[in-house]
């Protein structure tokens, strides 16, 4: 294998994603490539990202398949056509199953805008999390790369990057700068150091 295969998982605005395409352009990624993009949500901008990169990209609606078990099929289904490698959860706001993770154990990374294991688990997605961290006061908090078990935000950790709170942040102008300071070097650096490994094993 030359280059592990990458799949990412999106539901938003992608910026995740753009960082990962970026990385690839100035060769930050050198051992993978996004062959995949997936979201589970038609109107997400992360589609149009893929597209104006030339990358594939696919919605698999949860709402349509109806169940957990159908939604998580047609993923794999998707996977497997592609010969993924190693899947990247970038902004990807659902949680998957233990039958899910287990397949894919230690070929699952996730995002999440703290530093674990503060403000993390069910519940602590996107903005939320940064409205916790303000309500409770922290003066730090960050982003951290993991890979992904059955526990939410709760499989090992690849990589973390503090960023200062600063006063009269919004959850808004702190989301911005976690992602500028933190997520957008931290996620792209575990994907080249994760597909190096994986090619390694091969
Ligand atoms: C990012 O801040 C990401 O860390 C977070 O959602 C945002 C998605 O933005 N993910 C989670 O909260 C996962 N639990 P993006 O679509 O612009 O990458």
């Known amino acids: 294998m030359l280059k592990a295969k990458i799949a990412v998982l999106v539901s938003g605005g992608g910026t995740n994603l753009q960082a990962i395409i970026d990385a690839q352009n100035s060769g930050v990624i050198k051992s993978g490539e996004v062959a995949l993009v997936i979201s589970n949500n038609s109107g997400a901008y992360a589609l149009t990202r893929a597209e104006n990169a030339g990358i594939k990209a696919v919605c698999i609606s949860k709402k349509e398949l109806k169940t957990q078990e159908a939604f998580e099929s047609a993923v794999i289904a998707a996977l497997e056509e592609n010969g993924i490698d190693l899947i990247v959860l970038a902004g990807f706001m659902s949680i998957l199953s233990e039958s899910f993770t287990s397949r894919y154990d230690h070929r699952i990374i996730n995002i999440h805008p703290s530093l674990i294991p503060s403000f993390c688990g069910q519940g602590y997605y ?26 939410p935000d709760g499989g090992e950790i690849i990589a973390q990057k503090a960023v200062e709170v600063m006063d009269g942040d919004t959850p808004e102008v702190l989301q911005k700068r976690v992602m500028e300071q933190a997520e957008w070097i931290i996620l792209p650096q575990s994907v080249e150091k994760i597909s190096a490994e994986l090619i390694n094993e091969k």
């Open 126 to 151: 996107g903005l939320k999390v940064h409205e916790a961290a303000l309500k409770k006061g922290v003066k730090v908090t960050g982003a951290t790369v993991h890979f992904v078990n059955e526990i």
